[in-house]
DNA sequence: AATGAAATTCAATGAACGTTGAAATAAGTT
DNA sequence: AACTTATTTCAACGTTCATTGAATTTCATT
């Protein structure tokens, strides 16, 4: 049994990725992270081995899960519809909404997960090492699903919408509450129920303009 | 005449820049700053005063031009509208256009400033409150034009298509490579001239269809 | 050439960094 | 209860951090 050291081991990788979250890799240090979790500082390298290898952790934990879910629901969707090609916004929706669900639902440690992928997905430093290793399968996965659903697309046409996607996505779950600025507390960058209803139709209105009607061109 | 320090500052802002768009701000120390600049260590600080408001002096160089060239970009483009109601497309270009053609042709600089955008616009630290404090006027203006271009539109609708709208952008300008990965080639993050032919369609796309037509009950 | 301010160099500060080895403790096995 | 291994504690390692004060150099103006 593998037990004796493992709620410390996760009261550390709790702590780490709450503080990664905020302040990214190389504003957290470790003495921060097991102060956090009320550990011994030495506890962090004996259990993870380097700083570095605590972060590879952190994103581990929680990416198996995810896409698991995401591929389940895209496979379901996939086998309810009738010729085994899903809708746009069913595509759209499988990929985003176990997101969203989680970030808004799944307790704090997943809000500070996708905080994290949010700042990660956007640095030269991790962004396409990182997000590659952990999430290409699925996202390849996905992509064959939009080129079903849309056989006349240009292939071009389908990585830069889903690009567009990946982008507005991220931004959402980043929440850096600069929406609520903006809109003068109109809109909360912490409504995600909101997100997952306008989210689907927008994308899928912008890859359909794109990638059914001849594109760029019109 | 106050230009005898003036070439190390430059040299001191452009290796800051370079820099923290690689690793971010906790990234980088004023040493290696300095070392890349071929300047002593301590002029970091007789220039700036600390690295937090070197960092601030990074970030403010290039936001004022670029405020005042995406201003007169709407200006214009509103004056040439009969109505002066300009189009939807047109106000995509004008507020994207200006960021992709200098990350494009305006030199490593630029590139490297976007990149560091990029970043702080996803992190928690600085995402809500930097960006507001330096395009907050301008981008309200945007959203003043978007709302006269759909003046149905109810207003969450248009904050949230505007969420969308900057997120995607966003993520095209940190340029980290990982479409590359994911289309094995067939697409480049660095090919902004692409994104700047489908981006204006795609968003339109669906401002229309969430602004429009009923938006999210649809 | 002399003056004075701005800019640069140099050396050093105390603090904090990630990591480690040895000692102490806890828990499972015999 | 004795033994063994995993875990935790403690103190310290050498390095690097941002910043600074004093000395030196540079340069425009006299």
């Known amino acids: 049994m593998a037990k004796r050291g493992e709620k410390t081991r996760q009261k550390i990788l709790d702590s780490a990725e709450k503080l990664f979250a905020k302040r990214g890799y190389h504003g957290v240090t470790i003495r921060q992270i097991t102060e956090d979790a009320k550990v011994d500082t030495a506890l962090a390298n004996y259990h993870f081995g380097s700083k570095r290898n ?20 895209l496979e379901e969707i996939e086998a309810a519809a009738e010729n085994g090609v899903a809708s ?35 640095s030269p430093e991790w962004g ?6 952990y999430f290409d399968p699925l996202v390849r996965r996905f992509i064959a699903a939009l080129k079903r659903a849309l056989p006349e697309a240009r292939e071009e046409d389908i990585y830069w919408s889903y690009h567009f996607f990946s982008g507005a996505l991220v931004l959402t779950y980043a929440e850096t509450g600069r929406i609520d600025n903006l809109s003068d507390g109109k809109v909360h960058s912490s409504d995600l129920d909101a997100v997952q209803l306008r989210m689907p139709p927008f994308i899928a209105a912008g890859f359909r303009r794109l990638c059914e009607t001849g594109g760029a061109k019109n």
């Open 88 to 122: 746009l916004e069913d595509i759209i929706d499988a990929f985003s909404h176990p997101l969203l669900d989680r970030s808004e639902r799944g307790g704090p440690g997943w809000k500070s997960y996708f905080a994290l992928i949010a700042q990660i997905n956007n």
């Open 54 to 73: 605590l972060f590879d952790a952190v994103l581990l934990r929680r990416a198996e899960e995810l896409n698991k879910v995401r591929l389940e629901k």
């Open 128 to 133: 396409g090492k990182l997000m590659t290793e």
